[in-house]
């Protein structure tokens, strides 16, 4: 199983980046997709999950309203669109796979069965 995260990079402060997770070597439309973060010095984060089909998203409400999480299942992709970021986004990005996980696990990490390399989010204020 690999799970290839991308398009980190730099960018300014109220500006977007979208992110990407390509999957491979697994049933992709089988799993709840999820996205974290880690911040330089802290915990890794719960930043969002879709489940299987599209149909449910879930965000914290550190990022609600600002992050959009999507998915193609034809494509084993999913996509994290990021808007008015904000010095405090700076994280090391992840994304990461679950199979039936209930809605109160979706949040912990480590109900994550498959996880991706990270790619990393610099915002300048």
């Known amino acids: 199983v690999q799970l290839q995260a991308s398009g980190g990079g730099l960018v300014q402060a109220g500006g977007s980046l979208r992110l990407s997770c390509a999957a491979s070597?697994?049933?992709?439309?089988?799993?709840?997709m999820g996205w974290f973060r880690q911040p330089p010095g802290k915990e890794r984060e719960f930043i969002a999950a879709i489940r299987r089909n599209g149909g449910r998203t879930y965000y914290p409400d550190s990022v609600k309203g600002r992050f959009t999480i999507s998915r193609d299942n034809a494509k084993n992709t999913v996509y994290l669109q990021m808007n008015s970021l904000r010095p405090e986004d700076t994280a090391v990005y992840y994304c990461?796979?679950?199979?039936?996980?209930?809605?109160?696990?979706?949040?912990?990490?480590?109900?994550?069965?498959?996880w991706g390399q990270g790619t990393q989010v610099t915002v300048s204020s």
């Open positions: 990461a796979a679950v199979v039936g996980e209930i809605l109160t696990s979706l949040p912990l990490a480590s109900r994550y069965k498959h």
């Open positions: 070597g697994l049933t992709f439309s089988s799993y709840t």
